[in-house]
């Protein structure tokens, strides 16, 4: 298949660790790649964001990256990126007229599925020739409402736009099963949702050890204190729950902390959450047993995982979350937020435990059950690690969304739905 994916702000190109870098990035580049595995044809397109950047890089074998110049050609917090979508989807249409049709479009985000309904729908006026367009929306506006109220910076009419757009691409790929209701209460039909959850790489990830690998990176290493330290990793936002954990070490009196992600190490104390946290751990006379690593390189993010006794991740909420499944590939059981994804990728009891979210009480008490019982501990490890493999790689999770766009590109007269992009864009 000719595959055309789209992804507005997230480039599968982008360094992960900034504000709007992160999970989004990773899922797109590896499912692209992976995608390409099995023989198919990728390009991603994402908003040009650089004048120095040409239009088109190859990534990786079979799968190139195109820059698409909508809006100025420099960095726009996503948030603000709307009135620029329509752009994006006329130049979709013009570069696929004006060259190859692809089989399917699969937007990442809802602005980016903005841009491929409209693109796929002047397509099919102007050349009579149907994309079939599939939506992953990564987060969603009425989930992050409900949690963030007046914090929430989105554009206004978001939800009500992205219920529009659920109900009117031909398929919804959610990524877990409380996206799937979430959902349902917006309106989107269920013959229109399908569940293929995120990935991570199985080569990258992997137990200490395990195939010469190992070897732990920087912020891997024991501390000199002896004591076992949990690690708590990934974009330093509010919302990540990072203070839920410094306060369940008021009754965890041996353990240490690290966080790894934010800025480099050397821009640390500027960085308003870091100092957030750390007047907390201050105040709760922990400090000493906090550390904060800034951002950790990619390949040594195994090594830092895999000397961690106990990996926590304790969001208010999250739409899917992947540090519990790079815990889970180097076999490190996870205590986290009962919210999500994790509610799908954290198997209670088997892989690790699940606790209320923003609960330092139960963080503390899940943690030192994992940390006083050793054995039970490597049999979550183990668990959690054939579960990744089983589930979760990016093998099997391209060949799940393969299957799903087959399924509507060879779906007889598929549901054109109703949504006009371009009226939408204008209207939020």
């Known amino acids: 298949m000719r595959i055309a994916m789209v992804s507005e702000h997230a480039s599968p190109l982008a360094a992960l660790g900034g504000v709007d870098a992160g999970g989004q990035n990773v899922h797109v580049a590896a499912l692209a790649t992976a995608l390409a595995g099995l023989g198919h044809s990728v390009e991603v397109y994402t908003r040009r964001d650089d004048a120095g950047l040409p239009e088109r890089v190859r990534m990786a074998p079979g799968v190139d990256v195109v820059h698409v110049p909508a809006g100025p050609a420099r960095h726009v917090p996503k948030d603000e990126l709307l009135p620029w979508m329509a ?240 815990a889970a590939a180097c076999g490190t059981p996870v205590v986290g937020s009962a919210v999500g994804g994790l509610l799908d990728s954290v198997q209670d009891g088997v892989t690790g435990y699940l606790v209320p979210p923003q609960d330092p009480g139960a963080v503390a008490d899940a943690v030192r059950t994992l940390l006083d019982d050793p054995v039970r501990r490597r049999r979550f490890g183990v668990a959690a690690r054939r579960r990744a493999e089983q589930l979760y790689g990016w093998d099997s999770v391209a060949r799940e969304t393969a299957r799903a766009y087959e399924h509507v590109v060879g779906a007889e007269g598929a549901a054109r739905g109703t949504l006009h992009a371009d009226a939408e864009v204008e209207a939020v």
């Open 87 to 326: 752009d994006f989807g006329r130049w979709l249409a013009d570069a696929w007229l004006a060259d190859t049709v692809p089989d399917v479009v699969h937007g990442h985000f809802w602005m980016s599925g903005l841009a491929a309904l409209q693109a796929s729908r002047a397509v099919a006026s102007l050349a009579g020739e149907r994309v079939p367009v599939v939506q992953t929306f990564h987060a969603l506006g009425s989930v992050k409402r409900r949690h963030q109220g007046d914090r929430d910076t989105s554009p206004r009419g978001r939800v009500q736009t992205e219920a529009a757009l659920g109900r009117s691409v031909d398929l919804v790929i959610a990524t877990c099963s409380d996206e799937v209701a979430e959902l349902r209460r917006l309106g989107v039909p269920d013959h229109k949702v399908g569940v293929v959850p995120c990935g991570v790489d199985l080569e990258h990830f992997t137990p200490r050890r395990a195939g010469g690998r190992g070897v732990r990176g920087p912020g891997g290493a024991p501390s000199a204190s002896g004591r076992p330290y949990v690690l708590s990793i990934g974009r330093l936002v509010e919302r990540k729950g990072v203070d839920t954990v410094i306060q369940a070490l008021v009754d965890l009196p041996d353990v240490e902390l690290r966080v790894a992600g934010g800025p480099p190490a050397d821009e640390l104390a500027d960085d308003p959450e870091v100092q957030r946290l750390s007047a907390l751990a201050r105040r709760l006379r922990v400090a000493d047993r906090v550390t904060f690593l800034g951002c950790v390189a990619h390949d040594d993010v195994p090594g830092v995982i895999q000397g961690a006794e106990v990996v926590v991740a304790t969001p208010w909420y999250e739409p899917f979350g992947i540090v519990p499944l790079e």
